[in-house]
């Protein structure tokens, strides 16, 4: 079984468990103090295994599309030395990888961060356009040291970090970002990101509305909260909502068609009655 494919059914027996302690609540076979202790527990494995699962799937897009052609020439030798490679990666953070590059992301690169909002993505959505290496990353951090570092290198860093479950170091650099530019949503809408992974669901939700209050257009919050809705809380009606609310900012490409797979579980599983949810915690 490919990791993939691993991951799925990780996370879709986490989203079981989650619904069976729902009925158990529903049937009072669980008071409510013991279902919120045990949801939490769940919903942090699953906001867990939906990142890795997102990782996963951006690994394997790159490989497939970033396989160097069978007749390239090989390297030249400079690209072999890593004392070049990581002066050439501290140049190219500095500089801003020329203005944005730096900031490839789609919830789930960034969808729509960095590029127009409402603009489509190659990228699986809310994660890196590219698989960072460890010179890449260790320039991303000697550039954020530095008290004028940019934002963009900033927010790189930071969604390096969420992508690694380094929850702690994410929260940090994307607080600094608000600390400067407090309506920036991109680092709003990842903030939920860290929340998600938290198990705070709701509080994840929270922060995307924040993003949309500010740029309804702002199509990576429009994904964040597609995913919340449906993995998360399990609304399967309001993860429909929420679905056509992205199609109507990005109605094409490869996020859209996912979107529509999803929305259509949505629409079968609402059909058939969604699980109770638990009460506010």
Do not use: C
């Amino acid at each position: 079984m490919t990791r993939i494919k691993e991951l799925k059914r990780q996370l879709e027996v986490a989203l079981e468990v989650i619904e069976a302690l729902d009925a158990d609540l529903a049937a009072g076979r669980l008071d409510v103090e013991e279902h919120s202790r045990q949801r939490a527990e769940r919903e942090r494995q699953a906001g867990q295994l939906f990142v890795s699962l997102r990782r996963a799937q951006r690994e394997a897009l790159e490989r497939r599309t970033q396989q160097p052609p069978a007749t390239a020439e090989p390297r030249a030798a400079w690209l072999r030395n890593p004392l070049a490679l990581a002066a050439a990666a501290v140049l190219l953070v500095v500089v801003g990888l020329g203005g944005g590059l730096a900031v490839g992301r789609w919830f789930g690169g960034s969808r729509g961060a960095g590029a127009p909002a409402g603009a489509a993505s190659p990228a699986p959505a809310g994660v890196p356009s590219a698989i960072m290496t460890e010179i890449e990353l260790q320039a991303l951090r000697q550039a954020a040291a530095r008290e004028d570092a940019p934002t963009p290198s900033l927010l790189q860093l930071a969604h390096a970090a969420l992508d690694q479950g380094r929850l702690d170091e994410a929260r940090r650099v994307y607080e600094r970002v608000l600390g400067r530019e407090p309506r920036n949503v991109e680092a709003i809408t990842h903030v939920g990101g860290v929340l998600f992974q938290e198990g705070r669901v709701d509080d994840a939700l929270a922060k995307v509305e924040e993003a949309l209050r500010i740029d309804p257009r702002y199509i990576h919050a429009h994904w964040d909260r597609t995913q919340y809705l449906f993995y998360g809380k399990r609304d399967f009606p309001a993860a429909v909502k929420a679905a056509e609310a992205f199609l109507a900012v990005a109605p094409q490409g490869p996020d859209a068609d996912n979107v529509r797979k999803l929305m259509a579980e949505a629409r079968q599983r609402a059909g058939k009655g969604a699980p109770l949810q638990p009460p506010a915690r």
